[in-house]
């Protein structure tokens, strides 16, 4: 006898082959429709909302007056809600999205006054490793999910996460529609094709319990399901059970029987990635690539900029009323309390993370919907980041130390990343004086700096009569000119105009000299003061030379600041001006710094790189070549000519940097304008795309910096980036989610019975790193999350292949020799050729010894620009550098600094990259009277030590997870 756990849902992409207020009138629908069966048939139990949470918003923005029928159907159990959010792609979301994702869930859940404890994920295109992990930390111990599980894997399993977290997963073995259209009218039919269903599971099956998933994507509830299930249960011959059950219920039975029969499980560990028995849909890696683009940038200032930061400043201005409601009238711009804006930008964030969103597996409509959220969650993230940058400034003691003489202002320089920072960092700044400056640090060395400033003045004039300016000059010394200090007076008669003429200079950063300012302005009134009231005067306002300041900032603290001083110089400003340098066909154009050299090849330019430190030459290093795809959103799939075609380089120069060059390459790509739709290879007709390359080697920095701009003209192709890769590869690690994951070089063998051919191509966060004996080549990128490591035929050497952008023009397609049937509806895609764009790309290069934790804060460094900011001469409570938070261990990765969901405390989390215990010292230098480690979803663990000087030290595991959180109050 077999329990059928017949469970009615639907799946509901919120937007995808229609635009999202297109689907949400369906919604509107299918949730009105619900109400009815429940409201009149009490034997129809359950239904499932799909397990996230964003869909109960949705709904009752059009039907707010159904609120309270919603309500009491989930604390019922009649509906079922959470854990999610959203559904989202898990490889091309953060891994903190990924936990903002629960907690959201989890706080609606909590509105609603009910959640479903499983991690169901019916559709993603793959598993992270670490999703049991993640799962556990919201007290999650089951999951139900289809896709990247090999056929040889039963309908009962545990899965298990690189640190050794275990789930028990229900394996939607033929998906989550298995009886998505059952029952039919006809009840003999129905019980049928019930058996039927049973019967193509029962191979696959380890346990009596079967899940039987009575839904799919955007389908309404089948009203006829109760009578169905009776007529069923009285009539099956085989006398199983059909129960209209829930998720819950049926991993409860789940775990009863295995309990009580002694079942062995199967046990899988890391990443569900198999393409056998269901589409992987790895092209979603790279289509659209804007998208990704994007949302790097959004999730980068959200995770390392806005929400650490906002702690910072929240705790210095508010102290241990940090976070709690506002009871004190504030008196600066900033907004305390600033949770609820940091949370509404993650939410209109993950709106763009389900999966059809982030994928750019969607009609152009929908994804042109995504621009205003990203819009939105820049604005607020700028907003948010500069009011908590601004609000520390005031804290810090910018006043010259001891050794910097003669200082005019400060420059801090914020770095956001979670390892130090060294490279240049460049600011506007704006002096009223034609003097010449030197850049001094801490110590007063002179710091290498490019000061150019414009030829042209800022300044205002107007005209008033000498009543009007004594009110003017009232409202001046009291509160300074539109927020500016002023820093000198004079008056004088213009002959020329036959008018009195006021000179001021201000200055929103140099304070001035009170007592000289007081005696100049005493001087001008005496002299307005002789003058008939009524008299014309100019006031001409000088603010300043509008400048550009660049630097090289060494050894900027993770999560911190450092100050630098501009100051008077008695020297004469030698610096070089550099130019534009065309090189000339004959010449070699390269680049050097201490640790490494670069030599341009000007046939394709691509470049050689030797590491002065081995040795060790890499050659073929930034390769563009396009190569041709006949596929569509969701899968790559190469041309018959499947050669690749390279740059024609047009010129090349060495572009003038601050204080040293890049080397430019300006190119053309002929390139087949697009398919062949006769013999689907790419045509015979071609077109130029063009672009430009720079290449830069900082100094001090053993890493290549390379830009690619990039104006796409061709259609169906697909554009990388190559590297080769000349040494024997014994392993290949990529940047992944709260993991450093290994994957296997080679793919495996398969045949045309696999649903979809694996593919070279796979999914990164900041790096990939390929490692051989003692030496290695790591890629570090911003926002281009598709890579592939491929051996080249009969040699020891391989191949690092980064997408910059794929080219196609159809949502799906049924014809693709490397996937069975469609993916999607057949909707045609213009803008997902990406056509007419001006693209712009950035990659770092990191040679290094074949250690792969020292290469990586390279990488990490290299997500996030520093913030730099100039800010006036002051005293304050925080010294002239300094950070929130330090970590003993290099092996120990911080992710996250964020308030807490108590509002009494702040997290700091991390994972332990190695494959071994770790004891980790994290000091806070945030007010914190007390600690304790905490599970993702911030629920108590157990107690930690807090030393005087705010410190913590704990074990961690290898590959765990730890969440610490620090709070206000003992």
């Known amino acids: 006898m077999k329990n059928l756990h017949v469970i009615s849902h639907t799946h509901w992409d919120r937007e995808w082959y229609h635009t999202f207020q297109q689907f949400r009138l369906q919604l509107v629908h299918l949730i009105d429709n619900l109400f009815v069966i429940l409201d009149n048939d009490p034997n129809y139990l359950y239904y499932m909302l799909d397990g996230q949470t964003v869909v109960l918003e949705d709904y009752l923005r059009m039907r707010p007056e159904n609120t309270s029928k919603l309500k009491k159907y989930i604390q019922e159990g009649r509906i079922l809600i959470g854990p999610w959010y959203v559904l989202p792609d898990e ?19 909590e509105q609603f006054g009910r959640r479903m404890m499983i991690g169901y994920l019916p559709d993603p295109f793959g ?73 193509r599971l029962e191979p696959h099956s380890n346990t009596s319990q079967y899940l039987m998933m009575q839904g799919t994507d955007h389908l309404e509830p089948h009203p006829e399901t109760s009578e169905h299930i009776r007529f069923y249960n009285e009539n099956n011959p085989d006398k199983n059970i059909a129960i209209h059950s829930t998720l819950p219920a049926y991993f409860a039975a789940l775990k009863q029987e295995i309990e009580e029969k002694g079942i062995s499980l199967p046990v899988h560990i890391g990443e569900l990635r198999d393409p056998q028995k269901a589409h992987m849909l790895p092209g979603v890696l790279s289509t659209r690539m804007w998208i990704k683009q994007r949302n ?48 509404e930008s993650w939410r209109t964030l993950m709106k763009n993370h389900a999966h059809d969103s982030i994928c750019g597996c969607s009609v152009d409509e929908t994804h042109e919907d995504m621009v205003p959220r990203f819009d939105k969650v820049d604005e607020l993230n700028k907003y948010l980041l500069n009011q908590s940058t601004n609000a520390i400034l005031s804290h810090i003691t910018t006043t010259a130390p001891e050794g910097v003489e003669a200082p005019v202002l400060a420059i801090t320089v914020f770095n956001g990343a979670p390892v130090g920072f060294s490279g240049m960092v460049q600011t506007d700044i704006t002096i009223p004086f034609d003097d010449d400056f030197d850049l001094r640090d801490e110590n007063g060395n002179l710091v290498d700096k490019s000061l150019t400033f ?29 927020g500016k200090h002023l820093l000198d007076l004079e008056i004088d008669f213009d002959e020329e105009e036959n008018v009195w003429s006021i000179h001021a200079i201000v200055s929103d950063i140099i304070s001035p000299d009170e007592a000289l300012l007081e005696k100049k302005t005493q001087e001008v009134i005496n002299k307005l003061l002789e003058l008939n009231p009524e008299t014309p005067v100019k006031v001409i306002i000088f603010t300043g030379y509008p400048g550009n300041l660049v630097f090289y900032a060494n050894d900027v603290p993770a999560f911190g600041y450092k100050t630098y001083w501009l100051c008077f110089s008695d020297s004469v400003e030698t610096e070089d001006e550099l130019d534009f340098e065309p090189v000339a066909d004959d010449e070699i154009a390269e680049l050097e710094n201490e640790w490494l050299k670069i030599t341009l090849d000007r046939f394709d330019g691509s470049f050689s790189i030797l590491d002065k430190r081995n040795g060790a030459v ?140 694996p593919r070279p191509e796979q999914p990164q966060g900041a790096f990939v790193d390929v490692l051989g004996h003692k030496q290695g080549l790591m890629i570090a990128n911003q926002g281009l999350p598709e890579v592939a490591v491929k051996r080249y035929e009969d040699s020891d050497s391989s191949s ?85 938070i330090d970590v003993n261990h290099p092996d120990f990765h911080v992710t996250a600094i964020k308030e807490a969901e108590d509002k009494q405390g702040y997290i700091v989390r991390g994972y332990n990259q190695s494959d071994e215990p770790i004891l ?15 599970r993702l979803d911030e629920t108590f663990v157990e107690e930690l030590a807090l030393s005087a000087d705010g410190a913590v030290r704990f074990e961690a595991r290898p590959k765990e997870i730890v969440t610490v959180y620090f709070g206000l109050k003992a």
């Open 800 to 884: 690092i292949a980064i997408t910059l952008l794929r080219a196609v023009s159809e949502l799906s397609r049924s014809d693709l020799f490397n996937r069975f049937g469609h993916a999607g509806p057949e909707y045609t895609t213009p803008a997902a050729q990406m056509l007419g764009e001006n693209l712009e790309y950035n990659l770092r290069i990191i040679p290094h010894d074949g250690n792969s934790s020292v290469a990586r804060p390279l990488a990490y460094a290299f997500q996030s620009q520093p913030h730099t900011v100039v800010t006036p001469l002051q005293a304050g409570d925080l010294p002239s550098d300094a950070y929130m």
């Open 296 to 343: 790097w940038f959004a999730q980068t200032m959200l995770e390392r900029w806005v929400e650490p930061f906002s702690v910072w400043a929240e705790t210095l201005e508010r102290g241990t009323d940090a976070f709690g409601p506002v009871t004190i009238h504030q008196g600066t711009p900033r907004i305390a309390n600033p949770a609820s804006l940091i949370r």
């Open 91 to 109: 490889f091309l979301v953060s891994p903190e999205a990924t936990v903002r994702n629960l907690l959201v869930g989890e706080e609606i859940c």
């Open 618 to 757: 890499y050659e073929n290093q930034g390769v563009l070549a396009s190569v041709g795809d006949r596929g569509d959103e969701y899968n790559f799939t190469p041309t018959p000519d499947d050669s690749l075609y390279l740059i024609e380089v047009k010129d090349v120069a060495y572009v003038p940097r601050a204080f040293d060059h890049a080397i430019g390459v300006v190119f053309d790509m002929v390139l087949p304008e697009g398919l062949d739709y006769k013999t689907m290879d790419r045509s015979e007709e071609t077109i130029v795309s063009r672009g430009m390359m720079l290449i830069s080697l900082d100094p001090g920095q053993a890493c290549v910096d390379i830009s690619v701009f990039f104006e796409n003209n061709a259609c169906d192709h697909r554009l990388a980036m190559h590297f080769d890769v000349d040494f024997p590869i014994e392993k290949v690690l990529y940047d992944g989610h709260f993991d450093i994951v290994e994957r296997p070089l080679d793919l495996p063998e398969f045949d045309e019975s696999w649903r979809e051919h």
């Open 920 to 934: 980790v010292n994290l000091r806070s230098h945030m007010l914190a009277k007390r600690a304790a480690k905490v």
């Open 454 to 482: 414009s030829d042209y003045a800022s300044f205002e004039e107007h005209i008033y009569t000498i009543a009007n300016l004594s009110t003017r000059f009232e409202e001046v010394n009291e509160s300074g000119y539109n």
């Open 127 to 199: 598993h992270i490793g670490q999703m049991p992990q993640i799962l556990r930390g919201f007290g999650i111990d089951t999951s139900a999910l289809w896709r990247g599980v090999v056929p040889e894997m039963p309908t009962a399993f545990t899965w298990q996460a690189p640190d050794g977290s275990q789930i028990l997963l229900g394996h939607l073995y033929y998906g989550y529609g298995n009886i998505a259209h059952w029952p039919v009218a006809d009840k003999e039919r129905s019980m049928q094709l019930l058996e039927n269903a049973v019967k």
